[in-house]
């Protein structure tokens, strides 16, 4: 096993095995049966081409050969940071034919958080675009394989480059090594198929082992609670790299039934709308703020959405209402709530649990070997009804983050529940509902922001004396983050200024403050700490007395 995994206690992993809930086969293994099966059908759809289930298998095939004629082997780890392409699908199964680990990286991702990947994980390989807008990813990658001892490979999509070898080609460049290699290969179904990233609240987040035994599980599981069969199409438009879209069923559960997937570039919503209408689409996949656009603009009442059934929601709770909205506007289409997590537990409303079921909770756990306790402050289990933090283990959630045994004897319990750090309580009905949050995290529509992340960075400018950055509701993406700062005698800060130093220190974009309000003091709690709750009604209440609320809070990248 890759050292750096915490492996799955031998009494678990052989019960979820005696139980059928892992196979034992590699997700190579997997899929190798997948793609003769079901050969004639159509697996992915992107822009105007359709690739059939063999012609995947094909083409990964030949990608695989190519892969380790440029030097990748077996548990090699590959950060891969592709946008919404059919090169991610064929490269993800390339990769997984000889053993490598992709870690799943967002095409928003910048110099601060793929040079961790790189480190935390050894990395032997990056996989980027040409160029996203206006960032050019080559000048990154080349400054941080200047700076790894690891890193010797680089992978590029399009026209190849000086240092960097093309996806492209690689793709498409007959293999000159014989088909046979890839048999020879043998792949431990306990080690990590992916690496998933968590939202961790202490800075970058950290590498989540996704196993071969349990993300095939996590995918199969999913899919059968979702009504996912040969006749369903995915319409994937969230980022390909996340854990919904990808295993949640995702692509893997819509292939391992026969069904196919449609990539879309783009949540524009008469782009989904049109994607929806042409490939008769039967799933889509949402965050709440997409699906309220989606709702908001006119493209319904220009293109036919009746071939949807189901819409998933997850990332954040949806409010009553939307629901009530889709089945208003979109009658032939169930809202299915879901709870995850990349750290492995699932939950989902079901199809047939009443009106008010659906309308109140995030679903129950897809397993029967899912294990949930809610703790209260102390440990103990609270009573029923009662809300405590979400603690979970069973044959997909994680024993432990890569690498990090400190963290982790932190972050699960001596018996080996991950503590999750979210407030539930269990509804009558035995489905949950989410209460809020332990972990100081902003749930910017769906992205999970690390507010410590950001505070330590602010606390870097020389005007701050201190900040602590809170959540402030928002109508289109449920929470932006604003800045709460205390500036030094005699020194100014702006908003502006402020954006600006932190792009400086080359995060993702997505993880700026949208608001800065500047204190003269933080209201503390009653132990002298900052109260970030005490903050947070504060600066909601300023937002509802607001007459015009988007004057102060920047609606931009």
């Given at each position: 096993?890759?050292?750096?995994?915490?492996?799955?206690?031998?009494?678990?992993?052989?019960?979820?095995?005696?139980?059928?809930?892992?196979?034992?086969?590699?997700?190579?293994?997997?899929?190798?049966?997948?793609?003769?099966?079901?050969?004639?059908?159509?697996?992915?759809?992107?822009?105007?081409?359709?690739?059939?289930?063999?012609?995947?298998?094909?083409?990964?095939?030949?990608?695989?050969?190519?892969?380790?004629?440029?030097?990748?082997?077996?548990?090699?780890?590959?950060?891969?940071?592709?946008?919404?392409?059919?090169?991610?699908?064929?490269?993800?199964?390339?990769?997984?034919?000889?053993?490598?680990?992709?870690?799943?990286?967002?095409?928003?991702?910048?110099?601060?958080?793929?040079?961790?990947?790189?480190?935390?994980?050894?990395?032997?390989?990056?996989?980027?675009?040409?160029?996203?807008?206006?960032?050019?990813?080559?000048?990154?990658?080349?400054?941080?394989?200047?700076?790894?001892?690891?890193?010797?490979?680089?992978?590029?999509?399009?026209?190849?480059?000086?240092?960097?070898?093309?996806?492209?080609?690689?793709?498409?460049?007959?293999?000159?090594?014989?088909?046979?290699?890839?048999?020879?290969?043998?792949?431990?179904?306990?080690?990590?198929?992916?690496?998933?990233?968590?939202?961790?609240?202490?800075?970058?987040?950290?590498?989540?082992?996704?196993?071969?035994?349990?993300?095939?599980?996590?995918?199969?599981?999913?899919?059968s609670v979702c009504a996912v069969n040969e006749d369903s199409v995915a319409l994937v438009?969230?980022?390909?790299?996340?854990?919904?879209?990808?295993?949640?069923?995702?692509?893997?559960?819509?292939?391992?039934?026969?069904?196919?997937?449609?990539?879309?570039?783009?949540?524009?919503?008469?782009?989904?709308?049109?994607?929806?209408?042409?490939?008769?689409?039967?799933?889509?996949?949402?965050?709440?703020?997409?699906?309220?656009?989606?709702?908001?603009?006119?493209?319904?009442?220009?293109?036919?959405?009746?071939?949807?059934?189901?819409?998933?929601?997850?990332?954040?709770?949806?409010?009553?209402?939307?629901?009530?909205?889709?089945?208003?506007?979109?009658?032939?289409?169930?809202?299915?709530?879901?709870?995850?997590?990349?750290?492995?537990?699932?939950?989902?409303?079901?199809?047939?649990?009443?009106?008010?079921?659906?309308?109140?909770?995030?679903?129950?756990?897809?397993?029967?070997?899912?294990?949930?306790?809610?703790?209260?402050?102390?440990?103990?289990?609270?009573?029923?009804?009662?809300?405590?933090?979400?603690?979970?283990?069973?044959?997909?959630?994680?024993?432990?983050?890569?690498?990090?045994?400190?963290?982790?004897?932190?972050?699960?319990?001596?018996?080996?529940?991950?503590?999750?750090?979210?407030?539930?309580?269990?509804?009558?009905?035995?489905?949950?509902?989410?209460?809020?949050?332990?972990?100081?995290?902003?749930?910017?529509?769906?992205?999970?922001?690390?507010?410590?992340?950001?505070?330590?960075?602010?606390?870097?400018?020389?005007?701050?004396?201190?900040?602590?950055?809170?959540?402030?509701?928002?109508?289109?993406?449920?929470?932006?983050?604003?800045?709460?700062?205390?500036?030094?005698?005699?020194?100014?800060?702006?908003?502006?200024?402020?954006?600006?130093?932190?792009?400086?220190?080359?995060?993702?974009?997505?993880?700026?403050?949208?608001?800065?309000?500047?204190?003269?003091?933080?209201?503390?709690?009653?132990?002298?700490?900052?109260?970030?709750?005490?903050?947070?009604?504060?600066?909601?209440?300023?937002?509802?007395?607001?007459?015009?609320?988007?004057?102060?809070?920047?609606?931009?990248?």
């Amino acid at each position: 096993m890759l050292k750096g995994v915490v492996p799955f206690p031998p009494e678990f992993a052989q019960r979820y095995r005696d139980r059928g809930y892992w196979s034992d086969k590699s997700l190579a293994d997997e899929f190798r049966m997948v793609f003769k099966r079901y050969a004639g059908r159509v697996a992915l759809i992107a822009g105007e081409r359709a690739i059939s289930y063999a012609e995947l298998d094909r083409l990964s095939d030949n990608l695989a050969l190519n892969l380790l004629g440029v030097g990748l082997r077996p548990l090699d780890r590959v950060v891969v940071q592709l946008p919404n392409v059919a090169e991610f699908v064929i490269l993800y199964f390339g990769l997984q034919k000889i053993g490598c680990i992709p870690i799943a990286a967002l095409a928003s991702q910048r110099y601060a958080e793929i040079s961790q990947f790189v480190r935390l994980s050894g990395a032997t390989a990056c996989v980027i675009p040409d160029r996203t807008h206006d960032f050019d990813y080559a000048p990154m990658i080349n400054r941080i394989s200047a700076e790894s001892a690891s890193l010797k490979r680089a992978i590029i999509l399009g026209s190849a480059r000086e240092g960097f070898v093309s996806l492209t080609e690689l793709i498409s460049k007959p293999a000159v090594m014989p088909i046979a290699r890839l048999s020879e290969i043998k792949i431990d179904p306990d080690d990590p198929a992916v690496f998933q990233l968590s939202g961790g609240t202490t800075g970058i987040p950290k590498l989540i082992p996704r196993t071969h035994n349990d993300y095939a599980y996590n995918s199969k599981a999913a899919a059968s609670v979702c009504a996912v069969n040969e006749d369903s199409v995915a319409l994937v438009v969230l980022p390909i790299a996340h854990n919904l879209p990808l295993a949640c069923p995702g692509i893997q559960g819509f292939l391992l039934n026969g069904g196919a997937a449609v990539i879309g570039p783009n949540t524009k919503p008469e782009h989904m709308a049109e994607l929806i209408q042409k490939h008769r689409v039967t799933h889509l996949k949402v965050v709440p703020s997409l699906l309220i656009r989606l709702l908001n603009s006119d493209v319904l009442t220009h293109y036919d959405l009746s071939s949807l059934k189901i819409v998933q929601s997850g990332g954040q709770s949806l409010l009553p209402q939307t629901r009530l909205l889709v089945k208003k506007l979109i009658p032939n289409a169930f809202v299915q709530e879901n709870f995850g997590m990349a750290e492995g537990l699932l939950m989902f409303v079901r199809l047939d649990d009443p009106p008010d079921v659906c309308l109140e909770t995030v679903g129950r756990p897809i397993s029967p070997a899912d294990e949930v306790r809610l703790l209260d402050e102390e440990g103990n289990e609270v009573l029923p009804g009662e809300v405590g933090e979400l603690c979970c283990r069973g044959p997909y959630t994680l024993r432990g983050y890569f690498g990090v045994p400190d963290y982790n004897a932190r972050a699960f319990t001596a018996d080996g529940f991950y503590r999750s750090g979210d407030l539930m309580r269990q509804h009558a009905s035995g489905n949950y509902i989410v209460e809020g949050r332990k972990k100081d995290l902003i749930n910017r529509g769906g992205e999970k922001i690390s507010a410590e992340e950001i505070e330590n960075l602010i606390l870097s400018h020389p005007s701050v004396k201190n900040v602590a950055c809170i959540p402030v509701p928002d109508h289109d993406l449920g929470e932006r983050m604003c800045a709460c700062v205390l500036v030094r005698e005699g020194a100014r800060l702006s908003f502006d200024e402020l954006k600006k130093f932190l792009l400086g220190k080359e995060i993702a974009k997505y993880k700026l403050p949208e608001r800065l309000e500047i204190l003269p003091e933080f209201p503390l709690s009653t132990f002298g700490k900052v109260s970030k709750k005490k903050l947070a009604e504060m600066i909601a209440s300023q937002l509802e007395a607001e007459q015009n609320p988007g004057a102060t809070l920047d609606r931009g990248s």
